[in-house]
Nanobody, 126 residues
Framework: QVQLVESGGGLVQAGGSLRLSCAGS????????MGWFRQAPGKEREFVAA????????YYVDSVKGRFTISRDNAKNTVYLQMNSLKPEDTAVYYC???????????????????WGQGTQVTVSS
């Protein structure tokens, strides 16, 4: 059984940084795509970033390009989301997800992902 556990959320001022972690267990993710999504109150869950584990290829939504970086640590079976220059509009619950049967380079659709973490709150104050 795959389990994903996020950590690293919190309250930060605009312009600040946070690093989210997603620790995976149950199997290795060498053939997976790992994604980060976020959901703000009253809004739909939104794709943020993804990484194709085996190749290290990364993908981002336009609104976070140049500010966020997704990466993975093979030895720790962990995916990270480094978030810099945070803005109040980045405030949301952030979720880690795993796609075990990738059908392309990556997917922005939450329905493509098979496993989800419990989420971690990120709040950016102005």
């Amino acid at each position: 059984q795959v389990q994903l556990v996020e950590s690293g959320g919190g309250l930060v001022q605009a312009g600040g940084s946070l690093r989210l972690s997603c620790a995976g267990s149950g199997r290795t993710f060498s053939n997976y795509i790992m994604g980060w999504f976020r959901q703000a109150p009253g809004k739909e869950r939104e794709f943020v970033a993804a990484i194709r584990w085996s190749l290290g290829l990364t993908y981002y939504v336009d609104s976070v390009k140049g500010r966020f970086t997704i990466s993975r640590d093979n030895a720790k079976n962990t995916v990270y989301l480094q978030m810099n220059s945070l803005k109040p509009e980045d405030t949301a619950v952030y979720y880690c997800a795993a796609d075990q049967n990738p059908r392309g380079p990556y997917s922005r659709s939450y329905s493509a992902y098979d496993y989800w973490g419990q989420g971690t709150q990120v709040t950016v104050s102005s």
